[in-house]
């Protein structure tokens, strides 16, 4: 990446935090002799750790009362506290809090309100905007409070590859902290092969790649030259904002991030409505298909980068008709109801939902259903409104050039006027 040429602007921004650093100096002092010390914060492990709560309608082990068919959430526990009795999936109590099972399972059985998909896209993505690096650590390795450019999670295998897939389609400056020995003596055994998984997954559907560092030291906590710029110039816009700005700095470029972000949820929504009108919500017997969150992230960036479809893979279910039996245990299994079956027998698969969880293969008896890898063109969901918006937007394109124009004339037939 070309270095960015510095200009008179950058330079005032660096005196006005050289000068604000220096009048911070004796504000922190006396702030710290004045401070109660039962007001101060100290850092705490459990403070970023959340046992997540499990609901058995979407787990297709509990629908079926059959332990076999999905084994994911299990598997990664490093403490086997997850177990599947009857139609109930529980956690014990020896749960270590370290959300691996959040992100392997597919249906999203198990749930967390700190760390849920779209709040951890959320949580990097502002970091990631201001700070010209963002890193993803755990609260073994960084034992401590973190800077803002820092997210703590109990396990780097808390994020799912979806959520990575989405941030590295807008975000090249995501790293992973972690010291060369904090895996190996961590109680969490199966975090470190999971989250190298999900990562690897996440950069081979993106084509770009997530940072290591693995030195405290060589952490860097500068924010992004585009960002001081931004909260700088918006810190001058009007006296109102001036008088904000100085009581916090971090504001005006806060809201920029906090458009970017509103305009990201903004587009999911948009996406679900027009995945509605294109395939429907309602699938045969009124079942409600469900598009889950890891889902509407992944084709929220192929929905802005659509070249990525034609290269990514994922495994879809094929169904050979000759030995289906229409038994119906497949669509009993799929819990988002992607794969149901209709009035005449024949089973039909909505990729866009289909989570590639591959139950429905699994409980089949006939072994009718094998999951294969197929691009993901069918997940770039045609917006109904492009043609109307695009329309819009050279209308107004329009509408400002003739109003350039005819500012222009009126200034040439002022200065012509004044010569004479």
């Known amino acids: 990446m070309a270095k960015q040429k510095r200009d008179f602007l950058d330079e005032i921004i660096d005196m006005r935090e ?118 993803i650590t755990c609260t073994r390795a960084l034992g401590r409070l973190p800077e803002p450019n820092e997210i703590l999670l109990p396990c780097v295998g808390a994020m799912a590859p979806e959520v990575w897939f989405n941030l590295l389609c807008e975000f090249p400056n995501l790293s992973v902290y972690l010291p060369l020995d904090a895996c190996e003596k961590c109680r969490t055994t199966t975090g470190e092969e999971f989250f190298s998984d999900a990562i690897a997954t996440a950069e081979e559907w993106s084509g770009e790649t997530v940072g290591l560092e693995v030195d405290e030291g060589a952490l860097g906590h500068e924010q992004k030259r585009a960002y001081k710029r931004s909260q700088f110039v918006s810190s001058m816009t009007s006296a109102g904002t001036r008088l904000v700005s100085r009581t916090t700095p971090m504001l005006a470029g806060a809201q920029a991030v906090a458009r970017r972000l509103q305009a990201h949820t903004k587009q999911i929504n948009d996406l679900q409505r027009a995945l509605d009108g294109a395939v429907g919500s309602q699938g045969t017997h009124a079942r409600r298909r469900m598009l889950t969150r890891r889902r509407r992230l992944v084709m929220s960036s192929l929905q802005r980068f659509p070249d990525l479809a034609e290269e990514m893979t994922m495994p879809f279910p094929e169904v050979d008709t000759e030995r289906c039996t229409m038994c119906g245990d497949c669509a009993k299994a799929c819990t988002v109801h992607a794969l149901q079956l209709d009035d005449a027998g024949r089973v039909h698969v909505e990729r866009q939902y289909c989570v590639c969880c591959g139950s429905c293969a699994t409980v089949c008896p006939e072994k009718a259903i094998a999951m294969r890898p197929r691009t993901c063109e069918e997940l770039v969901v045609p917006d109904p409104e492009a043609e109307k918006k695009a329309q819009r937007k050279a209308r107004a394109a329009k509408a400002r050039k003739e109003s350039k124009d005819t500012l222009k004339k009126g200034l040439d037939l002022l200065e012509s006027l004044s010569d004479e």
């Open 18 to 135: 050289d000068w604000n650093a220096l009048s911070r100096t004796g504000d922190d002092l006396a702030a710290q002799l004045a401070a109660d010390p039962e007001d101060e914060v100290f850092y705490d492990p459990a403070d970023y750790k959340e046992r997540p709560r499990a609901n058995s309608t979407y787990c297709a082990s509990a629908v079926m009362r059959d332990e076999s068919v999905c084994r994911r959430c299990r598997d990664v526990c490093p403490v086997n506290a997850i177990s599947i009795e009857g139609a109930t999936v529980r956690i014990g109590d020896d749960c270590l809090k370290c959300d691996l099972c959040v992100a392997a399972c597919p249906t999203e059985v198990f749930q967390l309100r700190g760390n849920a998909p779209l709040a951890l896209y959320d949580k990097v993505a502002r970091a990631a905007a201001a700070y010209e690096q963002c890193y």
